[in-house]
C-alpha cells in the first residue's frame, strides 16, 4: 500500500501544482493541515475548506508559484514530501525560492494529516527516520 501512497501523493501535489487548488480525491474530509510553526502566520486548517483557505492563500499571495517535488519517501502509514516552493511575490520582483518539507499521513488510501516542517532532517525525525532515509 506504501507505493500505491506514494504514487497518489505525488498525483495530488501534480493537481495543485497545475491547477492551483486541492485534491479533493486525496483529502480526506475533515483533514487536519498543519503550516509551519517556525513561520509567524503558523496555523491548523481543518476539513477540504480549510485546505482550501491554505491554497487560496498560497496561491494568492504569489505570481507564477510552483510546488516542486525534489523527493518523496515511503515512511510507512506517512509519505514523506521534499519540496520547493518558487515563485515571485505578487506585485513586486522578489523571487521565492523556499524549500520546505511535509509529513502526509495516510489512513484508507486519504490524507488524514499534513505538517509542514522547514527541512528534510525535522520532517525525517518526526516519521521516526532520523536522517537514514535516502
Do not use: K
Not at 107 to 115: A, C, K, N, P, S
Amino acid at each position: 500500500m506504501s507505493e500505491q501512497n506514494v504514487a497518489r501523493v505525488r498525483e495530488g501535489y501534480e493537481l495543485v501544482d497545475r491547477e492551483h487548488h486541492p485534491d479533493f480525491d486525496l483529502l480526506h474530509p475533515e483533514i487536519r493541515w498543519q503550516t509551519r510553526a517556525d513561520l509567524p502566520d503558523a496555523s491548523t486548517h481543518r476539513g477540504h475548506d480549510g485546505a482550501t483557505a491554505l491554497m487560496d492563500e498560497w496561491f494568492g499571495a504569489f505570481d507564477d508559484l510552483s510546488l516542486d517535488i525534489e523527493e518523496m519517501i515511503d515512511a510507512g502509514d506517512s509519505v514523506v514530501v521534499v519540496l520547493r516552493l518558487r515563485g515571485r511575490a505578487r506585485g513586486s520582483d522578489h523571487e521565492v525560492n523556499m524549500p520546505e518539507t511535509h509529513v502526509l499521513t495516510m489512513r484508507d488510501g486519504l490524507v488524514t494529516e499534513v505538517h509542514e516542517y522547514a527541512t528534510r532532517v525535522e520532517a525525517l525525525r518526526a516519521v521516526g527516520l532520523g536522517e537514514s532515509a535516502s
